[in-house]
C-alpha cells in the first residue's frame, strides 16, 4: 500500500512545514454565526448493484456518518470497500436504477436520495462538488481547461462568456497555477499531472461549493506533488469555510487533513471517530493492519502486509467480512456480523473483541 512519507501525522507524530509559499489573496469572512449541525449526514446508506453474474453486489452496507460545516472527514480503506461508491452516492453518480440505493442522505435538510432527478443538477456542482480520482479520464480531453470551467460558471450562475473567463483564470491563479492567463488556454495533455489535478479542483470550487467530495485526489502523483495538493486543499477549504469529504487508501494523507476518520471494509464502517483517536488507539484489526502497513510516526519498524485479499462483495462470508485476514479471528466472529460498539465515548469499531468496557483487549 502506498504511503506519504513526507505527511506528518497532525501533531500526534511530528510537524511538517508546508511547502506552499505563495498565500492566496482571496480572502472570505466565515458565517458570523457558524452552523453546528452537520452539513451533510449519511444515515444507514445501502447501495447494491446488480451483477453481470446474475447476484448482486452489495458495495455499501449500513453506512452512517457525519460531516461538520468546514471540517473535514476521511474514509479510509483499501480498494473494493466501498469507499468511492459512497463518495458518490451523496451526488447520486451511481447508475440508476441498476444501483439501487436505501437509507438517507441529508444535505441542509433535504435527502438526497429521495429528491427528483431534475432537482439534482441544483446541487451537483453548485452546492457540492467533486474532485475525482483521475484528472486525465475526468477532464475533457477535446475541451481547453478555461473552457471547461468557464462551461460550469456559465451553466450553474449564468455568468457572461467574457466574465466567466476572466474568473477562470482568477481561478486558476487560486491553485497556483503558472501563468494562468496561458494555461487557461491548454488542454489537459498539455498540463503535468499536478497542474490537471489542480485544474479539476479549481472547476470544483467555481460555484463555492459548500462540500467538496474528494475521491483519491493524490493518486498516481509523487510525493512531492500529493503533498502539494494536501496542502492546497487544506489552503481552500480555510479560505471559504468548505467542509471536505476525503476518500483515500493512504494513512498519512488522511493525517494530514482529517478531523474525523471512518475506517471501511467490505462495504461496511469497522472504525469511526476522531483522527486521533483512532489512530492513537485502533480498536479494529484491521485498522490497526492499515497503520503497519504505512510508514508513520506510531509505526517505524518494518512495514507489515494485510495477508489475503478483499472479499468478493457478491459473496460475503458470514460472520465477519475480515475474518479470513484476521490475526485475532475467534470462533465467534462467524457467527454473525458484529455491531459497532463503542470503544469511548465517540469512538466505535465492529468487532466482537470489543467491549463496551471501552477496553479493547486485543494488542494494537
Known sequence: MASVPRLALLAIF?????????PIQLAVAPPAQPETRPVL??????????????????AVNGVSFALAPGGTLAILGESGSGKSVTLRSVLRLNPEPRARYQGAIYYQGRNVLALPETELPRI??????????????????????????VGTLRAHRGTSAREAMAEAIDLLRLVHIPLPERRVHAYPHELSGGMRQRAMIAMALACRPKVL??????????????AQVIDLLK???ATFHMAIVLVTHDVGVAAEVADDVVIMYAGRVVEAGSLRTVLRAPAHPYTQGLLEANVTGRHRGRLVTIPGQPPDLAELP???????????????????????????????????????????????
Open 213 to 226: 467530495l474528494a475521491d483519491e485526489p493524490t493518486t498516481a502523483l509523487d510525493v512531492t506533488v500529493q
Open 235 to 237: 489552503e481552500l477549504q
Open 14 to 22: 511530528a510537524d511538517w512545514a508546508p511547502i506552499m509559499a505563495v
Open 318 to 364: 458470514p460472520g465477519c467480512a475480515f475474518g479470513p485476514r484476521c490475526r485475532h479471528v475467534a470462533p465467534a466472529c462467524e457467527q454473525a456480523v458484529p455491531d459497532l460498539c463503542a470503544v469511548v465515548p465517540g469512538h466505535t469499531a465492529r468487532c466482537v473483541l470489543v467491549k463496551p468496557s471501552g477496553i479493547p483487549p486485543i494488542s494494537a
Open 41 to 58: 449526514a449519511v444515515e444507514d446508506l445501502h447501495v447494491a448493484f446488480a451483477s453481470d453474474r446474475g447476484g448482486v453486489v452489495h
Open 124 to 149: 451537483r456542482g453548485r452546492e457540492i462538488a467533486m474532485v475525482f480520482q483521475n484528472a486525465m479520464t475526468a477532464l475533457n480531453p477535446v475541451a481547453t481547461v478555461g473552457a471547461q470551467i
